[in-house]
């Protein structure tokens, strides 16, 4: 057969329906049977460099936080800048850095706090909240909350005591249930390119928790940066911080009077260059608004005075992310503000 | 609401439920929910799209009732007209305005003229170009007698509107979807079959090797085209080859799944066109729906191939250029089209030299040979339609080479990694000359597969929802 014959098309294939149903059956027992043999073969945290840092610090959080000591919770910048060695010389009290990344939130950073504080002798002196601006534009969603070792529903015994909307819960449940799809990142490596295990000799943590990046990436700065300046441009006149955060802000700076810390919001790092953007100066100024009005009034909770710190591309990964000797500069500089500040007290 | 968003699994499941619920006797009722299930997912985009369809929709029962109740011809042609103009109107307006007052700017400008021509930042609303010509196909049947009008206006409406080829086809004529809409559908476990079948294809089609092939092809020509060289600008070409027909056939898989479970029959809008050995080939392949439309009312009216060769060659060339503007307001879209146009001309003017037909029997060697040899135009017309300069063009076309470099070789890998599954069932779907080849595999078997490409989706489908390319149209 040749001519137009031979462009294909569609022949009907008669099935019955108990056949059909058989079939239908089958599928869906196969689907469910791989889906079970990934569930037993998958930890929580995906094996990933971000699931890697969550299962690394939620372990270090399970060891309870250093008793009249410093417990750093917050995103990545926190998770690079904020490093332990340094605040532990330089303030004389053992530090934990709990950090992990933005997309958790002031939320699911509290949550980390939490866990460490459950099973602590006596509480930390003082607890670091490390937030780069870009975290305040980002949205949550369940499966980076399910990424979290801890069980489902348990968010509604954390502090902060906020809870999770509809969605995210299915997310969450989605997440635990179906890591074949929720851990994507993990099976896509390990069934093309045969990367079961992470080499964590590329993103090592510290004891204390603090990560190190092995290079800076200038040329990748000014580019997320513009990336930044879209994601805050699209909050537009909503609330800043968003409704989310302002809960969990407010419900950190409660927790801190009932279980007698301090609590200090800090700025992460911070290119210059997006520093001196108008955009990201007036989004930054609601965030600090919010931050004096909750701390108003409040014993314990304050925001690190001093403005923020700054620094060039040459040192950076992303307009968050420091490098190298950099973090140590931060994290002294850090150090000095709180002793000016009487913490740890 | 996209078919490919967490909310659109959903709203079907629930649709469906009523749908069957209510089942074929009260099949006016099922019109109903599908009616509004379909403001439902067209207003997700913006409510305000809603306004121009339910304009469409009215303005088109109207004229069609007028057209069947009067016999004067004059009249008859001045309400088809009338119909022709509204739509091309509304559609010109919110398609094209910005671009020909831009275009217009930037003529003057090049004259050595500066001007400041008003434009309105006109919103294009998601599937216009669609739903015109589908509704224009029915003012003109009409017109034509080919049809009678309908008087169910809520059959009307939902035929203009049927939410799973709204938007980005297969644009449907009213003398196939409404009588279908007019009469109770059997929702059979063949069909049902079948579409799950369709389904499933579609969305791996889609959310697997469509945009994994994106991922390849649009960081090349994106802020890396100027350093492209050796296999790169191939490997860019190729990949999003791969995405757009993976992409727009994967969704017209989905629309045509969707309406076999509810018991419709849609067009067929893709037959492996590229396994086409030529361009008239290609063109009885690729956006069937579209290319039949072009030929019914606009190549015919225009003559077609009854005015001699030269009047032949200028309406296939001006059907393909005007099919290029319908892509999009852009001038890669209009060299597509011309380009195309140029290839068809072409080849219509050697067939005619040699006195054969471009479409004739082929020995296997022979097809295959053709089929080989039309890749590399098709290529070309694909970097046309792609690139956004003549700039950017001119570089892939004088940077290319057999050099294969790192990155040429990894986007090599990946496109092979994600197109095989395509490769093979295509291969047996050409070699059966049946689309629907897997569902004659016997029951494990089929249900392996079914299994295999739901597996896949839930592992190498990429995540974040990426528009379907041909929504821009």
């Not at chain 1, 939320?107 to 601006?133: I, R």
């Not at chain 1, 997310?171 to 099976?187: D, K």
């Not at chain 2, 109740?69 to 109107?89: P, Y």
């Not at chain 2, 067939?351 to 080989?372: F, H, K, M, N, Q």
């Amino acid at each position: 057969m040749a001519g137009i014959n031979r462009i294909a098309g569609e022949q009907e294939h008669a099935t019955g329906a108990r056949a059909f149903g058989l079939m239908f059956a089958l599928v869906v027992l196969l689907v469910l049977g791989v889906n079970a043999v990934a569930i037993r073969l998958s930890p929580v945290s995906e094996r990933t460099f971000d699931g890697r840092t969550v299962a690394t610090k939620w372990a270090l959080a399970s060891a309870g936080a250093p008793a009249g000591g410093v417990v750093v919770i917050g995103d990545s910048s926190g998770n690079f800048a904020v490093e332990t060695t340094v605040l532990e010389e330089r303030l004389g009290v053992g530090a934990r850095n709990y950090c992990t990344y933005g997309r958790f939130l002031n939320l699911g950073a509290g949550w980390f706090l939490d866990h460490a504080l459950k099973d602590a002798d006596a509480p930390p002196a003082v607890v670091l909240v490390v937030m780069g601006s870009r975290t305040f534009a980002l949205e949550a969603d369940g499966f980076t909350f399910a990424s979290i070792p801890a069980a489902f529903g348990g968010w509604s015994e954390r502090i902060p005591y906020v809870g999770l909307p509809a969605a995210e819960v299915l997310q969450f449940a989605a997440a635990r249930l179906f890591p074949l799809y929720a851990q994507h990142r993990s099976f896509e490596g390990g069934i093309r390119k045969g990367l079961w295990h992470i080499d964590g000799s590329r993103l090592p943590i510290g004891p204390g928790g603090t990560s190190v990046l092995p290079r800076a990436y200038p040329n990748g700065v000014a580019p997320f940066a513009e990336k930044v300046l879209g994601e805050i441009a699209a909050m537009g006149d909503g609330p800043i911080p968003s409704v989310r955060d302002r809960a969990a802000m407010k419900g950190l700076v409660q927790a801190a009077e009932e279980r007698g810390f301090d609590l200090v919001f800090v700025d992460g790092p911070v290119w210059e260059g997006l520093a001196d953007r108008e955009e990201h100066r007036a989004f930054l100024a609601k965030i600090h608004g919010f931050m004096d009005e909750i701390c108003e009034g409040s014993e314990r909770a304050q925001r690190l005075p001093g403005g923020l710190q700054v620094f060039p591309r040459e040192v950076m990964e992303n307009p968050f992310h420091l490098t190298g000797a950099a973090a140590g500069v931060y994290s002294a500089e850090l150090t000095d503000r709180l002793r000016e500040l009487g913490l740890p007290r | 609401m996209q078919f490919n968003s967490w909310i659109f699994p959903l709203f079907f499941a629930v649709v469906y439920a009523v749908y069957l619920g209510l089942g074929p006797r009260r099949f006016r009722a099922q019109n109903g929910l599908l009616l509004g299930a379909s403001y439902l997912f067209y207003g997700y985009w913006d409510a305000r799209f809603l306004v121009l369809l339910g304009l469409s929709t009215v303005i088109d029962f109207l004229i069609g009732g007028r057209l069947e109740a009067t016999e004067d011809e004059r009249v008859r042609k001045r309400l088809v007209t009338l119909s022709v103009v509204i739509n091309l109107g509304i559609l010109g307006f919110f398609k094209y305005f910005d671009f020909f007052i831009d275009s217009t700017a930037e003529l003057l400008a090049a004259l050595g003229f500066s001007v400041h021509l008003p434009t309105l930042r006109v919103l294009l609303p998601v599937g216009i170009s669609f739903y015109t010509f589908q509704t224009l196909s029915y003012t003109i049947d009409v017109y034509r007698r080919r049809m009678p009008a309908t008087r169910d206006f809520l059959g009307f409406a939902l035929f203009v509107s049927f939410f799973p080829q709204l938007v980005a086809g297969p644009i449907e004529r009213a003398a196939r979807l409404l009588p279908q809409i007019e009469a109770p559908r059997e929702v059979t476990a063949s069909k049902v079959q079948a579409g799950l079948w369709l389904l499933v294809w579609g969305y791996f089609k889609k959310t697997v090797i469509a945009d994994q092939a994106a991922l390849v092809s649009n960081p090349l020509f994106g802020g890396q085209w100027e350093t492209l060289h050796g296999l790169e600008p191939f490997v860019a070409v190729l990949g999003f080859t791969i995405h757009i027909y993976c992409d727009f056939s994967g969704y017209s898989d989905i629309a045509r799944g969707l309406a076999k479970l509810m018991g419709f029959e849609f067009l067929l809008n893709f037959r492996l066109p590229y396994l086409a050995t030529g361009p008239s080939d290609f063109w009885l392949r690729w956006h069937v729906s579209l290319s039949t439309w072009l030929r019914d009312y606009l190549y015919i009216p225009l003559g077609g191939n009854r005015g001699g060769r030269f009047a032949t060659y200028r309406n296939m060339f001006v059907v393909m250029a005007l099919g290029g503007l319908w892509h999009g307001a852009a001038w890669p879209y209009i060299l597509w089209g011309s380009y195309h146009g140029v290839l068809l001309v072409m080849e219509r003017i050697w067939a005619d030299a040699r006195g054969i037909d471009p479409r004739r029997p082929l020995s296997l060697a022979g097809e295959w040979t053709r089929i080989v040899l039309f890749w590399p135009l098709m290529l070309i017309g694909m970097a046309v339609v792609r690139c956004t300069s003549v700039d950017q063009f001119w570089h892939l076309f004088t940077n290319q080479s057999f050099l294969l470099t790192d990155r040429a070789a990894a986007g090599l890998a990946t496109l092979a990694y994600f197109t095989w599954p395509l490769v093979i069932v295509q291969l047996f779907q050409h070699g059966t000359r049946d689309l629907l080849v897997p569902l004659r595999l016997p029951l494990i078997p089929r249900a392996l597969l079914f299994a295999a490409l739901i597996l896949g989706m839930l592992v190498f489908g990429v995540r974040q929802p990426v528009e379907f390319f041909y929504f821009q149209f």
